[in-house]
């Protein structure tokens, strides 16, 4: 396993990379490392999330998993076999919880040298509200730098995600890697207590996770929170990095201050544009760009829809697949991103494979095939954006056809948005 595991790490990363294009990891130098580690992370997207981290890890990573995974003999024999140790849960199992087992494993791991995958939070949660954490990841810390009398170097790297939308294809995702925790440090702590060392490494922990994440209070509060994102980055476009930190300002803003008129303003705008079925970037593109720029955008429109539609053909099975599993059959919302990617991983290879067999059995051509090859997933990459570019400037030519009171009305509480996010931005 130590052999395929560099081959399982590329096709990782090249996965992640079709489906996340649009990830920036941030303070990436922490994750090239040679001590013991246990790396705790937040986990919101099941188990997309430990693929983000271990595949950009230059160590190589174990996984603390969910001891239900290991349950049956298919699933005991594939999680044992790629790097996963069992642990149980209390919100799994009612009665007494016994991890001696898991522990003894994990502090022999880690004493060995070892680098290990944790959710600190103890599950994944969907959503980017905060989660208090578990103590489990300062026990086994303490517990495997104690057998070693304090000498052994092991740290805790937190590592924050925040996705733009888990489940979507082709959305952001920032990575935010923090500053190792040394654990020998909390040996004083661990001499007046293992409860007491445990909480003060716990509360540290969890100071220094919640700086590398957007952590919304609840999920109404992070509604509104990615509507002013919207917003404010189709006006001011920035940076993934820079978008995060601004992000991260505003939400400490809005805790801080509870600015009603803005929250009032986001949440009656938005329904304007759920009323007359427009997004933000369609208001935006027709405030601001000039007519003869709306005409390019259309020129270009008309002289992209043949390579659309051939990209379409040429996708439209492989992508539909895993599209209708995890529509059609309702798999629960963490896991789609996850099951959608899986299936992609067989329904892609599997098509393009028969459509290139077929294609040259009808032209018995070698370069007109590799051609058709080549073609196949840049034109179904460019049939994704231009169909969602059709619809923004599809939805823009819509506004010209509303009355003037009602674009206005539009633009005015955009506008207003704008003013007031901009405002709260700048205070000091």
Same mark, same amino acid.
């Given at each position: 396993?130590?052999?395929?595991?560099?081959?399982?790490?590329?096709l990782t990363r090249f996965v992640l990379w079709i489906y996340y294009p649009k990830t920036t990891v941030l303070n990436r130098q922490n994750l090239k490392f040679d001590q013991p580690t246990i790396i705790a992370c937040s986990h919101p997207n099941t188990m997309m999330d430990p693929l983000h981290v271990a595949s950009?890890?230059?160590?190589?990573?174990?996984?603390?998993?969910?001891?239900? /995974? !290991?349950?049956?003999? !298919?699933?005991?024999?594939?999680? &044992?076999?790629?790097?996963?140790?069992? $642990?149980?849960?209390?919100?799994?199992?009612?009665?007494?919880?016994?991890?001696? &087992?898991?522990?003894?494993?994990?502090?022999?791991?880690?004493?060995? #040298?070892?680098? +290990?995958?944790?959710?600190?939070?103890?599950?994944?949660?969907?959503?980017?509200?905060?989660?208090?954490?578990?103590? #489990?990841?300062?026990?086994?810390? +303490?517990?495997?730098?104690?057998?070693?009398?304090f000498e052994r170097g092991l740290r805790i790297l937190p590592v924050g995600l925040n996705y733009e939308a888990p489940n979507y294809f082709r959305t952001k995702l920032v990575i935010h890697v923090g500053e190792p925790i040394d654990v020998r440090t909390y040996k004083a702590a661990h001499e007046q207590g293992f409860?007491?060392?445990?909480?003060?490494?716990?509360?540290?922990?969890?100071?220094? +996770?919640?700086?590398?994440?957007?952590?919304?209070?609840?999920?109404?509060?992070?509604?509104? +929170?990615?509507?002013?994102?919207?917003? $404010?980055?189709?006006?001011?476009?920035?940076?993934?990095?820079?978008? %995060?930190?601004?992000?991260?300002?505003?939400?400490?803003?809005?805790?801080?201050?509870?600015?009603?008129?803005?929250?009032?303003?986001?949440?009656?705008? %938005?329904?304007?544009?759920?009323?007359?079925?427009?997004?933000?970037?369609?208001?935006?593109?027709?405030?601001?760009?000039?007519?003869?720029?709306?005409? @390019?955008?259309?020129?270009?429109?008309?002289?992209?829809?043949?390579?659309?539609?051939?990209? @379409?053909?040429?996708?439209?099975?492989?992508?539909?697949?895993?599209?209708?599993?995890?529509?059609?059959?309702?798999?629960?919302?963490?896991?789609?991103?996850?099951?959608?990617?899986?299936?992609?991983? !067989?329904?892609?290879?599997?098509?393009?494979?028969?459509?290139?067999?077929?294609?040259?059995?009808?032209?018995?051509?070698?370069?007109?095939?590799?051609?058709?090859?080549?073609?196949?997933?840049?034109?179904?990459?460019?049939?994704?954006?231009?169909?969602?570019?059709?619809?923004?400037?599809?939805?823009?030519?819509? $506004?010209?056809?509303?009355?003037?009171?009602?674009?206005?009305?539009?633009?005015?509480?955009?506008? &207003? $948005?704008?003013?007031?996010? /901009?405002?709260? /931005?700048?205070?000091?």
């Amino acid at each position: 396993m130590k052999l395929i595991y560099p081959f399982l790490k590329w096709l990782t990363r090249f996965v992640l990379w079709i489906y996340y294009p649009k990830t920036t990891v941030l303070n990436r130098q922490n994750l090239k490392f040679d001590q013991p580690t246990i790396i705790a992370c937040s986990h919101p997207n099941t188990m997309m999330d430990p693929l983000h981290v271990a595949s950009r890890t230059k160590k190589m990573v174990h996984f603390l998993a969910n001891a239900n /995974l !290991f349950a049956t003999p !298919f699933g005991n024999w594939f999680y &044992s076999t790629f790097f996963c140790i069992p $642990i149980k849960r209390q919100i799994d199992d009612r009665k007494s919880v016994d991890n001696n &087992s898991s522990f003894d494993r994990v502090i022999q791991f880690l004493a060995g #040298g070892g680098c +290990l995958w944790i959710a600190p939070e103890g599950g994944s949660y969907w959503g980017r509200h905060w989660m208090s954490l578990k103590t #489990g990841t300062a026990r086994m810390a +303490l517990l495997t730098e104690a057998a070693h009398n304090f000498e052994r170097g092991l740290r805790i790297l937190p590592v924050g995600l925040n996705y733009e939308a888990p489940n979507y294809f082709r959305t952001k995702l920032v990575i935010h890697v923090g500053e190792p925790i040394d654990v020998r440090t909390y040996k004083a702590a661990h001499e007046q207590g293992f409860r007491h060392a445990v909480n003060v490494l716990t509360h540290d922990l969890e100071v220094a +996770l919640q700086a590398l994440e957007i952590s919304p209070s609840d999920e109404e509060e992070d509604s509104l +929170l990615k509507k002013l994102e919207i917003v $404010i980055q189709n006006e001011l476009p920035a940076s993934k990095k820079e978008e %995060f930190f601004r992000t991260q300002s505003i939400l400490k803003k809005i805790q801080a201050e509870q600015p009603k008129a803005l929250l009032q303003n986001i949440d009656e705008y %938005f329904e304007l544009l759920k009323k007359y079925k427009l997004e933000d970037r369609s208001v935006m593109h027709f405030a601001k760009l000039s007519p003869w720029l709306k005409w @390019l955008d259309w020129l270009w429109m008309i002289g992209g829809f043949p390579i659309f539609l051939y990209g @379409l053909i040429n996708n439209a099975i492989p992508s539909f697949i895993p599209y209708y599993f995890t529509n059609s059959r309702q798999p629960y919302i963490g896991y789609r991103a996850t099951v959608k990617m899986v299936i992609g991983l !067989f329904t892609f290879p599997i098509f393009y494979g028969i459509q290139t067999a077929l294609v040259h059995y009808y032209f018995q051509n070698i370069w007109l095939t590799l051609g058709y090859l080549i073609t196949l997933m840049p034109t179904g990459l460019f049939a994704w954006h231009y169909f969602g570019w059709s619809k923004m400037v599809t939805k823009r030519w819509k $506004i010209n056809r509303f009355r003037k009171e009602v674009q206005n009305t539009l633009l005015q509480r955009r506008q &207003s $948005i704008i003013d007031n996010g /901009l405002a709260l /931005l700048n205070e000091q």
